[in-house]
C-alpha cells in the first residue's frame, strides 16, 4: 500500500504554473507544461510526472540549454503537414500547438503529419495521441532524446530512448493507450528508482563489458559518462528478439529526424565536445488518422473495443489474476488517484519546499 503523502490536483496544478512562471514561462504555456506532468502522474506513470519538474525542466532553464519561451516557426506547410521549428522552447507547448493544427487538418483532409525540430523534451508521449483521440481520431507520435540505448550487439549509447506511441478510441470507458519507450527501461524509470533507493532490475543496462549493472544511481553516472547503455526492447543479442526493439528504436530516430531535417544519434547528447552544456535540439513526429474517412468512428470504436474485451476475456496462465489491454491500467491508477491527489515521496516534497521559499510563493503543504 502506497503510504507516501498527497497533494491535491488542483494545488500541485496551480504551484507548477506559478513556479513556471517564476522560470520566465508565459502563464499559458505554464499551464500546457503542468497538465502535461500531471497527466503522467495521473496516469500512474511517475518517472514523466512531478518527478521530472525540476531536474527536467526548470534545472534545463537555469543552466540554458531550455529557453523558457517557445518561438514557434511554421517552416513549411501543406494541407495535411505541418513542420515546426521550436527554436529551443518547451517542447511540451510546441508539440500542443502542432496537435491542435493537425486535428484540425484530419477533420477536414482524413489524414494529416507533422514534425518539430530544434525541441526539447515534450513529456509524456501519450499526451499527444490522447489529445487526437479527444477529438474522435487516432494518435501516433514518437520523439528521439539523448543517447542512452545501444543497437544489438553493441554496448555504445547511440540512440534514445525513442517512445512510439498510438491511442485508440474504443467504445469502453477508455481508449487504448499504448504508450512506451523502445529500450528495456527508460531514463525516467532508472531516475525514479535512484530517487526512492531502489535497484535497476538486472539485464536492463549492458556495461563497456558487456555485463549488466543494477545500481541506479551509478546507471545514472555511468550513462551519462558513455560507460553504460540501456537496452532495446527483447534486451541482449537476438535470441529474446532484442533485434525488434533496435528496429523501432532506430525508426523512431529516423523519423524524428529526417521528417525535419533535424540532429540525431551523438548529436542529441545534450553536450558540446569540450563537455559544456548545450542545446538538445530533439525532433518529434506525429500522424493523425481520422477514422471518420474510413467505414467511420462508431463502426471503429465498436471494433477496437470488441478486440479489447475478447484479449481480455481469454484464457489466463496459471496464477494470473487478469489481462489487460493497453491503457486500462493508467485508467485504473486514475480512478484510484483523482480524490486523493499527486503521491509525492521525501525527495520531491523537498524540492516543492525549496522551490516555494526560494520564490515566496503562498503555499502550504499537508506534508509539512
Known sequence: MDKRPCVPWDTMNRFMIDVFKAYGVPEADAAICAD???E??????????CNRFKPIYLD???????????????????PTTLVMDAHNGLGMVASYHIMERLIEQARAYGMAGGSIFNSTHYGIAGYWTTMAEKAGMIGITGTNARPSVAPTFGVEPMMGTNPLTFTLPTDEAFPFNFDCAT?????????????NGQKTPPGLVVTRAGGTMTDSGEILKQMRAGQCALLPLGGL??????????GFTAIVEILSAALSGGPYLKALSGKNPDGSDCMYRLGHFFFVINPEFFMGLETFKETAGGICRQLRASEKAPGAERI??????EWEAWQSRKEKGVPVGESIQKELIALRDKFSLPYHFDFE
Not at 40 to 49: A, M, P, Y
Not at 60 to 78: A, C, D, H, S, W
Not at 324 to 329: D, H, N, Q, V
Open 237 to 246: 543479442g537476438e535470441e529474446t528478439g532484442g533485434y525488434k526493439g533496435y
Open 36 to 38: 502535461v506532468l500531471l
Open 183 to 195: 529500450s528495456t527501461v527508460q531514463n525516467g524509470k532508472i531516475e525514479y528508482y535512484a530517487r
Open 60 to 78: 534545463r532553464i537555469e543552466n540554458g540549454t531550455l529557453l523558457p519561451v517557445t518561438e514557434m516557426e511554421i517552416v513549411k506547410e501543406t
Open 40 to 49: 503522467s502522474d495521473r496516469r500512474g506513470i511517475e518517472s514523466h510526472g
Open 324 to 329: 489487460y489491454t493497453a491503457g486500462e491500467k
